[in-house]
């Protein structure tokens, strides 16, 4: 089937008046009071009489938000059809919403959601119009992880901004309100309504593998300043943001997505370290906060994942801490919350525990089909999914969709990528890069005395849809402030006649910068920066994800932390080198000794200049 109203030119605006109003008419005249459906936002009352029209099979799919293959609602990729029939057993977006009346969606770029700006705002048009024109049809609350740094769904032309330990490093609230109301202004345009940032986690352990530089840092004061700031910027803009993962990944060195951590912390521990972005967020008035899959037994212990532990999330999230906005599960395809139990016990736990929203089942039809059997054998009561249901439809409210579901081409064009946003994201990039070190004042580099540059190190794969590789990104900003400057990919394990070649090639420059990422005490990194050292040319590290890297490069005369490999961040990297820019940052995070991990080497709030 072709969507002839959004679809069919692939590039066409917001569907016609005739057509909104006739897709939601059963939504408006549900909502219709004295007045007209955009004259005021549905009160509780009007939302109540809502989920009292409701079947129970649609209450169930209230409580879903499912990812969905393709860039188009009706008429998607056969490739990614092929993937909905397999996974889901749907051929779209929009069947997916007739089968399962689910009342979210997430965009991943995987799932090809993502292409370009204009191609997002037909797919949410195309997603609402198939939902709003079902029997009782509702808006859709469509989310994604847009956190920005080296977690973003929607790449360039949109803005791309720094970050969360970047942005912790410039230290600056007002650098993180007007991230979230750029970055929400720019969602809302394409139709996503809910984002899932900011990071609440407070980072204190440098092994942390999924969580790092995805966090402001180490101190929860400072962490807590930035992610209330955040959500407001983004809810400023209309669009949900999202603390998580509660109650805090900061401490793991298990990641969930493939195991199941503990965090040892005790309950007073917790109480300083790891709740107090919570409470920030939520005295912010925060819209949603996802789960951990992650077990606390100074919380909980029962050996249960945070996001099945009614302790956490019905004692302490909604009753200690007075949260009453919608709580939405981490994805239920992440190993830390399959451990313990089977895919079709998991929702109707989360559901128990205190969940509004289960985030991305594995198998949806096993998962909708275990909450619809639990509530008519009794196990979980039409009321307990009618105080959800009602969170939700709270939140799509607030959010406007009942009011204006639909965005426009024009819209887009107005918000996404506009040059004033891009500089923006450049602006608040220059105050989050970190001078380490800085041996005889080599930076800046001077081009009349390192006309020629080298640039090595690691290129992981661009994140975010931004333009890489990261020594290609570095090598054109040099060339862009006056240097001549050349790449040279050397990869995050680079053998020896890799190494060899870069040292042939350091010698014919006169200077080298070198990005690493994330070196260990055996990396082949480590290795290729000591020999470029020996070479005698001067050698500036830039460390392009964690900034530990510098506690094992200690040859070096010259280390800068970036924090990410976004061009955002590059570009303010490769202007800091050449002198443009001061470097303004201060380390979020403490770096310890290589050889001493119970020694600080650089403290929080460490942070060179010139």
């Not at 919380?299 to 019905?314: E, N, Q, V």
């Not at 930076?443 to 540059?453: A, C, G, K």
Request: charged share 20%; net charge neutral.
């Amino acid at each position: 089937m072709h969507d002839t109203g959004t679809e069919s030119t692939g590039n066409t605006a917001q569907p016609s008046r005739r057509t909104v109003l006739a897709a939601t008419a059963g939504v408006t005249a549900a909502l219709a009071a004295a007045g007209p459906a955009h004259a005021a936002a549905p009160d509780d009352s009007r939302l109540r009489a809502l989920v009292s029209r409701m079947t129970l099979e649609e209450k169930v799919g209230q409580l879903f938000v499912m990812r969905v293959y393709g860039h188009s609602a009706t008429a998607p990729d056969q490739a990614d059809i092929d993937a909905n029939l397999k996974e889901i057993g749907v051929r779209t977006a929009a069947e997916l919403v007739a089968r399962y009346r689910v009342g979210g969606i997430i965009y991943f770029t995987w799932a090809h959601n993502t292409r370009d700006p204009h191609q997002i705002a037909e797919l949410s048009n195309g997603i609402q119009k198939a939902s709003l024109e079902l029997p009782r049809g509702l808006p859709v609350l469509i989310s994604t992880d847009q956190e920005h740094g080296i977690v973003s769904r929607v790449g360039e032309p949109a803005t791309l901004f720094p970050g969360a330990m970047a942005v912790g490093a410039g230290g600056s609230r007002s650098d993180a309100r007007t991230l979230g109301r750029i970055a929400g202004a720019e969602l809302r345009a394409m139709g996503i309504r809910q984002d899932y940032s900011p990071v609440a986690d407070v980072n204190v352990n440098p092994a942390n593998p999924v969580i790092g530089v995805r966090s402001f840092g180490a101190a929860p004061r400072a962490v807590s300043a930035l992610v209330a700031a955040e959500v407001a910027g983004y809810q400023g803009s209309g669009v949900a943001a999202t603390a998580k993962h509660f109650p805090g990944h900061g401490d793991t060195n298990v990641d969930s997505h493939t195991g199941f951590p503990t965090i040892t912390h005790s309950r007073e521990l917790w109480e300083k370290l790891d709740a107090p972005p919570f409470k920030a967020a939520i005295a912010a008035g925060i819209d949603s906060i996802m789960t951990a899959h992650l077990m606390v037994p100074a919380l909980d212990d029962s050996g249960d994942p945070a996001t099945l532990s009614r302790p956490i999330l019905t004692g302490i999230l909604r009753e200690r801490l007075g949260y009453d906005g919608v709580v939405v599960t981490d994805s239920l395809g992440m190993e830390g919350v399959r451990t313990k139990y089977g895919d079709a016990r998991v929702p109707v736990l989360a559901l128990k525990a205190g969940v509004d929203q289960l985030l991305n089942p594995p198998d949806l039809d096993l998962a909708w089909n275990a909450v619809l059997t639990a509530v008519r054998e009794g196990e979980l009561t039409e009321a307990r999914l009618d105080a959800s249901i009602l969170r939700v439809l709270r939140l799509k409210s607030k959010l406007g969709l009942f009011r204006s579901p639909y965005v426009t081409r024009a819209g887009v064009d107005r918000a996404v990528g506009t040059r004033a946003h891009r500089a923006a994201a450049d602006r608040i990039a220059e105050r989050t890069t970190t001078l380490l070190v800085n041996e005889g004042r080599l930076l800046p580099l001077s081009r009349r005395r390192h006309p020629e540059v080298l640039v090595v190190g690691a290129d992981p794969a661009s994140p975010s849809g931004t333009t890489g590789p990261p020594t290609g990104v570095l090598a054109g900003a040099l060339n862009e402030l006056g240097f001549t400057a050349t790449a040279l990919s050397t990869g995050t394990a680079p053998s020896a006649a890799t190494i060899a070649k870069a040292v042939a090639a350091a010698r014919e420059a006169d200077a080298v910068v070198a990005a690493t990422y994330n070196v260990t005490a055996s990396s082949s990194q480590k290795t290729l920066v000591e020999q470029l050292v020996a070479t005698g040319r001067p050698v500036v590290a830039v460390a392009i994800r964690n900034p530990y890297d510098v506690a094992r490069l200690p040859s070096v005369r010259a280390c800068l932390a970036a924090y990410s490999w976004t061009d955002v961040e590059l570009r303010a990297a490769a202007r800091v080198i050449a002198g443009r820019v001061r470097p303004r940052g201060k380390l979020p995070v403490p770096v310890q000794r290589a050889d001493d991990p119970e020694q600080v080497l650089y403290p929080i709030g460490y942070g060179l200049s010139y």
